[in-house]
């Protein structure tokens, strides 16, 4: 098999659109053969794509109320493994994605433009997001997840060429992560706008994770980008009982100087460094405003406590 058997611009293997009280179930394997496709077809960075490219799923729903998927094996797509998209009530638990960790843009559960989603008890491992939230999401509670080997648990990227972006009112709670480049991460594109607020991550354990905590509105796939004054703002971010063991840096807080990251809540962070011997990056923060509720491990001193004096008032490019 090589990956000419997936055709010229087909983007999706399976595909379930237009569909109410849609169920997949089953102890089945739905195998991508993606090994051939990582082969034959080198990465390109996301950057140099079209904006009309998108990522090759293996399952995907699209404008659908009421999906559920449970009990199957999703493993080695070309790139995504499951991708929900437009849909209203999804309901995935019981799953398992199974791709090697440096297989390219193999997110495992991808979920755009849709709401009132819940994910739980799965273990997803992949070479890109276990989990990625992209624009228009709302009302999605994940927990009981098991994540790795990936890039852990993401909002975004969000904002690409100049766009507007809107994800509110996530919660993922109990979730495991090993060996996995980022813990918890939001990120956003210089130049966007809109939103992210109501985010809540707690009880997340963490084992050899390079970064555990990452906000980043500077984000770029390439050597260089572009500097731009707008951006997605990033407001009520609650992390609670954060713990486990880093390789690199424990938290990174990336965020713009026009329009600063705020209500950034930290309660019960317990993060130590794999090995105590070398030493690792402190904890980065960059115009992140908000409150420490109890004392850190690491000690997260560059947080800025309260709100900025000068933060620009939002105006309509901003709110969702």
Not at 53 to 62: G, H, P, T
Not at 107 to 132: K, P
Request: net charge neutral; with cysteine.
């Amino acid at each position: 098999m090589n990956s000419n058997a997936w055709g010229k611009g087909l983007l999706q293997w399976l595909e379930f659109s237009k569909l109410v009280e849609i169920t997949i179930q089953g102890k089945g394997t739905i195998d991508g053969s993606g090994s051939v496709w990582w082969q034959d077809n080198p990465y390109v960075e996301p950057d140099n794509l079209a904006p009309q490219q998108k990522k090759l799923q293996a399952v995907r729903f699209y404008g659908s109320l009421n999906a559920t998927v449970t009990g199957i094996t999703i493993q080695n797509s070309p790139q995504c493994h499951l991708k929900f998209d437009n849909c209203i009530g999804v309901m995935v638990h019981h799953i398992r994605v199974s791709s090697p960790g440096d297989s390219p843009n193999t997110d495992g559960v991808h979920l755009q433009n849709s709401r009132d989603v819940l994910i739980h008890s799965s273990t997803l491992g992949c070479g890109d997001d276990c989990i990625s939230i992209q624009t228009g999401c709302t009302n999605v509670y994940i927990h009981d997840v098991n994540c790795g080997p990936g890039h852990g648990i993401s909002i975004g990227s969000l904002g690409r060429y100049n766009t507007r972006a809107c994800v509110s009112n996530i919660t993922v709670k109990n979730v495991n992560m090993h060996n996995t480049m980022t813990g918890v991460r939001i990120k956003t594109w210089q130049g966007g706008s809109g939103s992210v607020s109501g985010i809540m991550f707690s009880d997340i354990q963490l084992t050899e994770v390079q970064f555990p905590i990452v906000i980043d509105q500077f984000y770029c796939d390439k050597s260089t980008c572009k500097n731009q004054s707008s951006a997605v703002s990033v407001s009520g971010i609650n992390y609670q009982r954060i713990k486990g063991t880093y390789t690199v840096k424990p938290v990174h807080f990336a965020c713009s100087d026009n329009l600063p990251c705020i209500d950034i809540s930290l309660t019960s962070i317990e993060l130590k460094p794999l090995q105590e011997k070398y030493h690792l990056y402190d904890p980065f923060c960059w115009a992140t405003y908000g409150e420490l509720n109890t004392p850190t491990t690491p000690p997260i001193e560059c947080l800025q406590i309260g709100k900025p004096t000068s933060n620009r008032p939002q105006t309509d490019r901003d709110t969702c």
